[in-house]
């Protein structure tokens, strides 16, 4: 039987939901106020093990604790080759939040998807606005990107190329540049282009949101941390927000605010506390007779990237990943110098930013993205969710050998999904359905990706490592196995993969626009007292990674917030 308390000894001026890549990031900039308090609260644990730190093994904490191991519901347009149809969902869960999961690649976007956000009505959110935010929040520490001036030094977040070289990193840009596409620094003056590549790394340590911006503030007085705090909803005094009530030890609690709540849950988990709060979809919400107090239409406009996966075998001589890390010298090397094989940013090696057709000279607007990744047998075998005979049937020949894939992910998707209760119990999961490929034309983007990593590796720099791809066809689609376009679309209607960028449920733009759900100052229209700061704000997703623009909001949250501060009269 739970137990109720109401904490009233202490009031917060702010109470922060979720210490993710926005909350530690907003909570810590909150705090150097110091005539007001700041309470941060997160489900997840705020100790993640020291073994997190190791950017090599990334992928191995996801269906641990620090995994909120979600799953999507079957997919209509894709997911053939899944077990249910269903998508595997990571999603960070502790002191960090997904900055604890991802793969670290740093990444702001195209200056175009912020001037496209201002066009749709947020204001004060162009690029121009938030390009000194990317600088802020910045300690870039590789001299060669610092020459070209669009870097900071001295933000918390820490940026440097990864300190690991594999055998295939080499030939991939060799090949790149053969088919003419330059090597460029895709967060400096152009996007369009391959990249090798910086990650959120610190001295070849993951640097998360937590190291970067928590562990600096954690000794403030006006800043108070309390990890295992599993929040369920927040507390609406007629249309304010004035508490928030959350299970801790077992005790449910409730913690006033006094000036704001504020959500920083992430996509999905903020989309959940709202509606679960009464902020939501008027319909939807009395399905589940939650008192409705502002219709809105939180969880719909959801967007997340997507990518296909094409596997190709290497020259047997090179030494698998497993081999790479049971080597006691790349154990010594990384112990020592904090390089080599587990230096590697999950193993992600380079990446390119290109057009589906041939543009203009001056436009610089990609529509998809390649990654190219050292692959273990693990990544198709656990963390894609394939049907086990499908797994076998593609995998099975090669799963004892060296092999990478090339991800084709496309960057301004079409297609539109939602979020929704499956209960009012916040201890479960909410029904998230990204609607992938439900426009055709996001899978004609996949597929001239698919096309383009095909190129590269057919390549003569990549025959110096044996790249060539797999002979086993995907099952189902082996008639059109000759039959370039039809063949990948079949693949990529089979199984698709989230890059877990996840963002739009709570979408900012102006108020009098009714797909809207915060206006640009972040505030929830029609409730007091109630902000949203994370990626779910975000009306369009950013063409690349999410993490750096999720900071950046937060960043810029903090500016706006802080305005509304002094320290005279508080």
């Known amino acids: 039987m739970q137990i109720v308390s109401t904490i009233s000894l202490r009031v917060f001026v702010w109470c922060t939901v979720g210490a993710g890549s926005a909350g530690s990031t907003l909570a810590a900039r909150l705090s150097d106020e110091s005539c007001v308090s700041v309470l941060l609260l997160e489900a997840g644990t705020g100790e993640p093990p020291l073994l997190n730190d190791i950017p090599g093994i990334g992928k191995d904490f996801r269906f641990t604790n620090l995994d909120w191991q979600y799953k999507t519901v079957p997919q209509r347009h894709t997911g053939e080759a899944l077990v249910n149809r269903q998508m595997i969902w990571p999603g960070g869960k502790g002191l960090g939040g997904s900055s604890l999961l991802n793969s670290m690649l740093y990444v702001r976007g195209n200056r175009k998807n912020y001037d496209d956000w201002a066009a749709q009505g947020a204001k004060g959110w162009s690029f121009q606005d938030v390009w000194p935010y990317f600088i802020k929040l910045e300690d870039n520490r590789d001299p060669e990107y610092l020459i070209n001036g669009y870097h900071g030094t001295v933000g918390p977040l820490t940026a440097e190329r990864p300190k690991y070289q594999a055998e295939v990193k080499g030939p991939i840009l060799e090949s790149a540049q053969k088919l003419g596409l330059k090597v460029v620094d895709s967060n400096a003056a152009r996007q369009t282009g391959f990249n090798e590549l910086q990650a959120s790394h610190r001295n070849g340590q993951r640097c998360s949101t937590a190291k970067a911006y928590l562990v600096p503030a954690e000794n403030r007085t006006n800043l108070h941390i309390v990890a295992d705090a599993h929040v369920r909803k927040v507390i609406l005094d007629k249309r304010r927000a004035v508490a928030v009530q959350f299970d801790f030890k077992n005790i449910t609690c409730e913690v006033k605010a006094r000036r704001e709540v504020i959500m920083s849950a992430g996509t999905i988990n903020t989309a959940q506390l709202l509606m679960l709060s009464g902020i939501g979809p008027k319909e939807h919400l009395e399905e589940f007779k939650i008192p409705v107090v502002a219709d809105l239409p939180v969880g719909n406009n959801l967007q997340n990237h997507v990518a296909a996966i094409l596997p190709y075998a290497l020259d047997p001589k090179i030494p698998t990943i ?12 990384y112990i020592e110098r904090r390089s080599g094989p587990l230096a590697a940013s999950d193993f992600y090696l380079s990446m390119a930013f290109l057009n589906t057709l041939p543009v203009a000279p001056d436009v610089d607007f990609p529509d998809y993205q390649l990654y190219f990744v050292e692959m273990s047998k693990e990544f198709p075998e656990k963390q894609v969710g394939l049907k086990p005979e499908v797994y076998k049937a593609i995998f099975g020949p090669y799963e004892n050998s060296p092999m990478f894939a090339c991800l084709s992910q496309i960057l301004q998707p079409k297609s539109r999904g939602t979020v929704r209760l499956q209960s009012t119990n916040p201890y479960d999961p909410p029904a998230i359905d990204p609607n992938y490929l439900e426009n055709p034309e996001d899978l004609k983007v996949i597929v001239e990706g698919m096309k383009t990593c095909q190129r590269l590796v057919m390549c003569d720099p990549m025959q110096k490592v044996g790249a060539k791809p797999f002979e086993t066809p995907f099952p189902g689609c082996e008639k059109l196995f000759g039959n370039e376009d039809s063949y990948f679309s079949c693949i990529a209607r089979g199984v698709v993969k989230t890059l877990s960028h996840p963002v ?49 909001v937060a960043e810029k949250a903090s500016d706006i917030i802080k305005e509304s501060i002094s320290c005279a009269s508080d």
């Open 504 to 552: 739009g449920i709570a979408k900012m733009g102006d108020v009098g626009d009714p797909t809207t759900v915060v206006d640009p100052l972040l505030r929830v229209k029609g409730v007091e007292g109630l902000r949203v700061v994370d990626a779910s704000v975000m009306p369009i997703i950013p063409s690349g990674n999410t993490n750096i623009p999720t900071i950046m």
């Open 322 to 333: 497993k081999q790479k890390f049971e080597n006691l010298s790349n154990i010594q090397e």
